[in-house]
């Protein structure tokens, strides 16, 4: 390893002084790519064995930044393999098959390079319609498989590759956990490998096998290149300790001074520094913020012109009603009625709030437990339920979105409640392709609370901007 090279990863499994590492090498020779100094610790850890020859560690978890060689670092290794032990099986994915596959692509196209005369090839590469692998004269193949369990039924294989595995979601995760790691259950020198950078929640594959290993959960590996809470980001110093690629040269300083000033930083620190999502400056809500829109008292309600929402916590634990409008002066104005233990409860909070304003807008995203508690509204009597109005995802973060520009502007009214004080304090943010949502499972909090007033918000915001674009009657002069 490289005397110059001063890069420190934060997590690094053990690995016996005379693991070899002829396979990686072998492996990088053949992508015409050096094996850098964090390639050598990958390949140490990836290739460590126990006595009997079987991996010391059966589930590795890699995390280095971007453009530090994490990719073909593994690639390395399994190529390695693959040419040289005989019916060796990989199976890879990513977040998509579309990605998979064009990571597969520029794999292959390095492996033609390598041997570019077809007839002498000792595999074959084969191209086309979601079908492509690649196949060793020896018995060895790689294939690419969508990252859903069913692409994993009836097959087999010696190492499961997940890349870019900070983007798979909770359910995808569970989802593939469960459907492909049963491949290895008949191969014993199998190897689980998930590697990326950072996830934008605390949740999925690449965060759960982070946890396990960094807590040194028996066979678990890792090689973990990442800033730590009490880190600088904006230090030079902490980059070149962090980013595995900048230390060993591969890019330069100039680079990242770049990525630096164009990127925000939350962003930056994510992509360039593998900063933990779990991190006390990635809560979904600043505190200053939340603390500047704040007053002591519950809030007069208005009589009229309010919109409220309700949200039931996925597993039924809790659920909140909340109600949201607009002030004389233009302010939204948030207030938790309720947040309380189940759900059995709210039907008749909302029956009593209706009784009061009839024809009053409540909204809910149509989703769980909240399809429940309206099947139960539908069953009393005397209760008119004109005003109900479920949403969509797409809905419910754009209420996210009217919140946080409120927030941002400090332009916001709520009073005190120690059940949203809560939900603030805990939550976190989850991505759905472009939508922006609070995380259940990512947020240390019931944000149930939060989800309540954000969708009220939405409503009451609507019906304002509704209000604002009625035509103006006109005065006969």
């Not at 930083?265 to 600043?286: G, K, W």
Request: aromatic letters at 8%.
């Amino acid at each position: 390893m490289s005397k110059t090279f001063g890069a420190v990863p934060r997590y690094i499994s053990s690995y016996p002084e005379n693991t070899s590492l002829t396979e990686a090498h072998n492996g990088a020779s053949i992508l015409r790519l050096p094996l850098f100094p964090q390639g050598e610790l990958v390949a140490s850890v990836l290739e460590a064995t126990r006595e009997d020859g079987k991996p010391l560690y059966p589930r590795v978890v890699i995390q280095l930044p971007r453009r530090s060689t994490k990719t073909t670092s593994v690639q390395a290794v399994l190529l390695g393999r693959c040419f040289s032990r005989g019916g060796y099986k990989v199976v890879a994915t990513a977040q998509s098959q579309a990605i998979a596959r064009r990571i597969f692509l520029e794999m292959a196209n390095s492996l033609k390079a390598a041997y570019p005369d077809e007839e002498f090839r000792p595999f074959q590469i084969r191209i086309g319609n979601g079908q492509e692998s690649i196949q060793w004269d020896n018995g060895s193949m790689w294939w690419i498989v969508a990252p859903r369990a069913s692409s994993y039924r009836s097959q087999s294989a010696d190492v499961l590759l997940f890349d870019e595995a900070g983007e798979y979601s909770a359910e995808q995760t569970e989802d593939l956990i469960e459907g492909a790691l049963p491949l290895g259950d008949t191969r014993p020198h199998f190897q689980v490998i998930v590697s990326g950078t950072p996830p934008k929640t605390r949740e999925g594959m690449l965060w759960k096998f982070l946890v396990e290993a960094r807590a040194g959960k028996r066979r678990y590996g890792i090689v973990d290149f990442s800033m730590s809470p009490e880190d600088d980001p904006t230090s030079e110093a902490t980059w070149y300790r962090v980013h595995a690629g900048l230390a060993c040269g591969l890019t330069d300083i100039e680079v990242i001074r770049e990525r630096f000033e164009g990127m925000s930083l939350q962003s930056f620190m994510r992509e360039y520094l593998c900063a933990d999502p779990s991190a006390s400056n990635l809560r979904a809500i600043d505190a200053e913020d939340w603390s500047a829109t704040q007053v002591a008292e519950l809030l007069a309600l208005p009589g009229s012109g309010f919109s409220a929402a309700f949200d039931v916590a996925p597993d039924g634990s809790s659920a909140a009603l909340a109600i949201a409008w607009y002030n004389e002066q233009g302010t939204p104005c948030v207030q938790l009625l309720a947040h309380k233990a189940g759900y059995s409860w709210l039907p008749v909070e909302l029956a009593k709030l209706l009784k009061l304003h009839r024809g009053l807008p409540v909204i809910y995203d149509r989703i769980g437990n909240n399809l429940a508690v309206v099947q139960e509204m539908q069953k009393k009597r005397g209760i008119s339920l004109t005003g109900m109005e479920s949403i969509g995802a797409a809905q419910v973060s754009a209420g996210v979105t009217i919140l946080m520009a409120a927030l941002s502007d400090r332009n916001l009214i709520h009073a005190k409640d120690a059940s949203l004080d809560n939900a603030v304090e805990g939550a976190n943010f989850r991505y759905v392709n472009d939508a922006r949502l609070f995380g259940r499972r990512s947020s240390t909090e019931d944000v149930s609370p939060l989800v309540a007033i954000s969708n009220a918000l939405y409503h009451a915001a609507g019906q304002r901007t509704r209000s604002n674009n009625r035509p103006k009657s006109r005065i006969n002069r």
